[in-house]
């Protein structure tokens, strides 16, 4: 699953790299699309280049490279981590086995609203 999500997102993408198994690829914003995140079989949100490509100090060799906020495994899961979460506060439910999510002040996050 992991590899069928970075192929889409890469799609636009000649040149990109595996430096210690997450994705190095060009900063350029418009190579990369949106996407749509669907939790069950609802389409819930929006991640946007701006919130998975990322500037990091690579070295000088690296210049005008950024990482992408996925990692590549085979298995058959997705994990939400920072790249999606950083938009939201979280807000966990334990007694009645719920998780909560709503875009901070400062999120471009978008909401599916249909």
Known sequence: MGEEILALI???VTDWYDWNGIPVS???LSLYQSFWLMIGNETWTE???EA?????????EW???CVL???VNTEDYFLLGDTFLRSYYSIHDDDNSRLGLVPHSTS???????
């Not at 998975?52 to 000088?60: A, F, I, K, N, Q």
């Open 47 to 49: 991640i946007p280049p």
């Open 69 to 71: 906020g996925f990692t």
């Open 26 to 28: 060009p900063c350029d």
């Open 52 to 60: 998975y490509v990322m500037e990091y100090d690579l070295g000088s």
């Open 108 to 114: 471009n996050a978008t909401i599916y609203t249909g």
């Open 10 to 12: 890469l799609r636009n």
């Open 63 to 65: 210049e005008g490279w």
